[in-house]
RNA sequence: GUCCCCAUCGACUAGUGGUUAGGUCACCACUCUUUCAAGGUGGCGGCACGGGUUCGAAUCCCGUUGGGGACGCCA
C-alpha cells in the first residue's frame, strides 16, 4: 500500500523564477493535489558561491501569486525540515559516511590541480574527462592516516566499473546506460557541503518524495542516482522528467534574453493566470481539445499520460492570445484595476472616466502593456494626414465629412446632456434628415476625435470618454483642417 | 567525441495498425459592424527520409538525417 503522494519543488536561489522551472513546479503541484497529496517547496542552496540576496523571497512570492501553495517548506515549517539544504549539512555528512561504509562512494584526496591537469589531458586526448579512479585503490589504513591528519577530501560515488543502469521513467519508460559512462562525481564538496548528485537522494528520501519531477536534462543522469538509492537500500521514487521548453529560434531560455522568466512575462503586462495556463499547456494536453483551464481545472485534468516526450517551442503569439482571453473574461472593474497604472502612463487629464474607457479597452486589450498606445490619443490629438478622412468602405471624401462634422458640430453643440444615449439619438437624427449613410457622419467625427486610423471606440464612444468640451473641440479643429486643405 | 532522449501543419498538440490525419495559436478570406478589436464562417498548411513487418502503417522494427540533453567540488 503505497503511502500518499508526496511531489517537491526543489528550485536553487538563482534570484528569479525561470519560466520552466515554474512549468515543473507547477506540475509538481498538479501531481500532488490531485491525489491528495502534499506539495514541498525545498530550497537548494549548496552552492554558496551563488548565493544571491533576497532570491528565496523571490520563489515564495512567485509560487504563492501563481497560486501553487505548498503544505511544507521553509518559511512555512512541516515535518521534514529543515527545508533548506544549506541547514541540512549534517544529515548529508551523515549519510556520506554511511555510503562509504556501504561501498557505495569513497574518500578523495586528490587536488584541485591534479583534477585540472587530468581535465586537460584528456582534452588533447579530444576525450571526455572522467576521474581515473585513482583514491578508490587507496588502503585503508593510508585513507586513516591522511584523515586523522586533516588532509582535505572530497567523497565521490563509487560505480560499479562492468554492466548497466536502467530505471523505468514514467514518461520516457526504459532509461539504460552502461556504468562505464557514468563518472564517479563528486558527492561531498571540501566544504563539506554536498553537491546536487547527494543532497537530491538524501533529500528526496528523507522526505519521502514519491514522484521525482524535474527537467529531462537530468534523464541521463538519473542513472547515478538510482546507483546511490540501491547502495542505501532506499525505494526509489517514481521518476517523471518532462521535457525543456525552448526559444521560438531553438536555443534554450536564457535567463538573460529577458522572456525567460515569470516577472519578465508578469512585467510585460501578462496575467498570472494566463501565464500559468499556457505553460502547463507546453508539454501536457488534456487529450480533449480543452486549452482554457484555471488552475483547480487543471488540477482535475493533470495526468503524466498527458505529458509530452519533445521539447516545446515557447510561443509568445498563443501566449497573448490566451491573455487576452483572461483579460477579456474580467469583470469591468477587475480590468479597470489592472488597467489604471497603464492609463496614468498616457494620460495626464483627470476628467477622464477611467470605468468608462475601460469598457472600451477591455475588448482590445491583450496584454495590458498594450494599453497606453490603445488611449494616447486622449491627452493629445495625435497629428494626422487628411486623407484619413476618405474612406471608400465608409463611402467619406472630405466634402462629406465637412458636410457632417458641421451639422453635427452644431447640434452637439446644442445638447444639454453628454449621454451615451444622448449623443447617439442627436447623431442617428441628423444622419437620417441628410439621407446619408451611418458611417459617412461617424467615420469623420471618429476621425476628427481621435486623429487614428484605428481606435478602442466609435465616433460616440469617443464623443462619450472625451467630454462635451474636448469633443466639440476636435470637430472644430477637423473642420478648419479640412477646409484648410480643399480651399484653393 | 561518447552516451541518453526526441521527431505529425510555421508553433502547441490529438492520434497507440484500417481516420477525408482532428483541435488551438498565427496567417488569409468572408461575415457582423460607426474605425479597430472581439464574435461567426471558411481557407491555407503536416506524418523528416530510406528500408523492412503486415492484407493494410503517422502508428511496430532497423538505419539515415535533424534536434535537444548529459559528460563541474552548478543545479
Same mark, same amino acid.
Given at each position: 500500500?503505497?503511502?500518499? *503522494? ?23 503541484? #498538479? ?9 514541498? /517547496? ?25 497560486? /501553487? ?17 544549506? %541547514?541540512? %549539512? ?15 562512494? !569513497? ?63 514514467? *514518461? ?23 553537491? !546536487? ?14 514522484? *521525482? ?7 541521463? %543522469?538519473?542513472?547515478?542516482?538510482? #546507483? ?103 469583470? /469591468?472593474?477587475?480590468?479597470?484595476? /489592472? ?5 496614468? +502612463? ?9 470605468? +468608462?474607457?475601460?469598457?472600451? *479597452? ?51 453643440? +446644442? ?74
Amino acid at each position: 500500500m503505497p503511502g500518499p *503522494v508526496r511531489t517537491r519543488f526543489a528550485p536553487s536561489p538563482t534570484g528569479y523564477m525561470h519560466i520552466g522551472g515554474l512549468r515543473t513546479a507547477l506540475y509538481a503541484y #498538479l501531481l500532488a493535489k490531485q491525489n491528495n497529496g502534499k506539495f514541498i /517547496l525545498r530550497i537548494e542552496d549548496t552552492d554558496q558561491e551563488r548565493y544571491v540576496d533576497g532570491a528565496v523571497e523571490v520563489i515564495y512570492r512567485t509560487l504563492k501569486m501563481a497560486g /501553487l501553495n505548498y503544505d511544507e517548506g521553509p518559511d512555512i515549517g512541516g515535518s521534514f525540515g529543515p527545508y533548506i539544504q544549506s %541547514q541540512r %549539512q549534517s544529515l548529508y555528512q551523515e549519510h556520506a559516511a554511511k555510503l562509504v561504509e556501504l561501498g557505495g562512494a !569513497y574518500y578523495c584526496f586528490c587536488s584541485a590541480e591534479r583534477l585540472d591537469n587530468l581535465r586537460k589531458e584528456a582534452e588533447e586526448r579530444k576525450e571526455i574527462f572522467q576521474y581515473d579512479g585513482l583514491c578508490n585503490k587507496l588502503s585503508t589504513e593510508e585513507i586513516k592516516s591522511r584523515l586523522a591528519n586533516g588532509d582535505p577530501y572530497i567523497i565521490r560515488q563509487n560505480i560499479p566499473t562492468g554492466g548497466q543502469t536502467s530505471y523505468n521513467d514514467e *514518461v520516457y519508460g526504459a532509461i539504460t546506460v552502461e556504468n562505464s559512462q557514468l563518472d564517479e562525481n563528486v558527492l561531498l564538496k571540501s566544504d563539506g557541503l554536498p553537491t !546536487y548528485n547527494f543532497a537530491n537522494v538524501i533529500d528526496d528520501h528523507l522526505m519521502d518524495i514519491t514522484h *521525482v519531477i524535474r527537467g529531462n536534462e537530468y534523464l541521463s %543522469q538519473t542513472p547515478k542516482y538510482c #546507483l546511490l538509492y540501491r547502495s542505501f537500500g532506499w525505494e526509489e521514487p517514481k521518476y517523471v522528467h518532462v521535457s525543456q521548453i525552448i526559444r521560438p529560434d531553438g536555443k534554450k531560455l536564457s535567463k538573460r534574453t529577458g522572456d525567460a522568466s515569470f516577472d519578465d512575462f508578469y512585467n510585460k503586462g501578462f496575467l498570472t493566470e494566463a501565464i500559468v495556463n499556457y505553460i502547463a499547456l507546453l508539454g501536457w494536453n488534456s487529450k480533449d481539445d480543452r486549452e482554457l483551464f484555471a488552475l483547480s481545472e487543471l488540477t482535475e485534468a493533470f495526468s503524466i499520460a498527458g505529458l509530452s516526450k519533445s521539447p516545446a517551442i515557447f510561443d509568445p503569439d498563443k501566449l497573448k492570445w490566451m491573455n487576452g482571453e483572461y483579460i477579456r473574461k474580467l469583470a /469591468l472593474e477587475q480590468f479597470n484595476d /489592472l488597467a489604471k497604472p497603464y492609463y496614468q +502612463k498616457a494620460i495626464k487629464r483627470t476628467d477622464i472616466d477611467f470605468i +468608462k474607457l475601460s469598457k472600451l *479597452v477591455q475588448l482590445r486589450t491583450e496584454i495590458l502593456s498594450d494599453i497606453p498606445a490603445i488611449v494616447d490619443f486622449i491627452d493629445a490629438l495625435p497629428e494626422y494626414d487628411v486623407s484619413l478622412y476618405v474612406n471608400k468602405k465608409m463611402k467619406t471624401d472630405l466634402a462629406v465629412s465637412l458636410e457632417s462634422l458641421k451639422p453635427a458640430l452644431a447640434e452637439l453643440e +446644442k445638447l444639454g446632456s453628454w449621454e451615451h444615449q444622448d449623443i447617439h439619438d442627436t447623431l442617428f437624427k441628423l444622419i437620417e434628415q441628410k439621407g446619408l449613410k451611418t458611417g459617412q457622419m461617424l467615420w469623420p467625427i471618429r476621425t476628427a476625435l481621435s486623429g487614428k486610423e484605428s481606435s478602442p471606440g466609435g465616433a460616440i464612444d469617443l464623443a462619450e470618454v472625451l467630454g462635451k468640451e474636448e469633443t466639440l473641440r476636435r470637430i472644430r479643429l477637423g473642420v478648419v483642417f479640412i477646409e484648410s486643405k480643399t480651399i484653393v
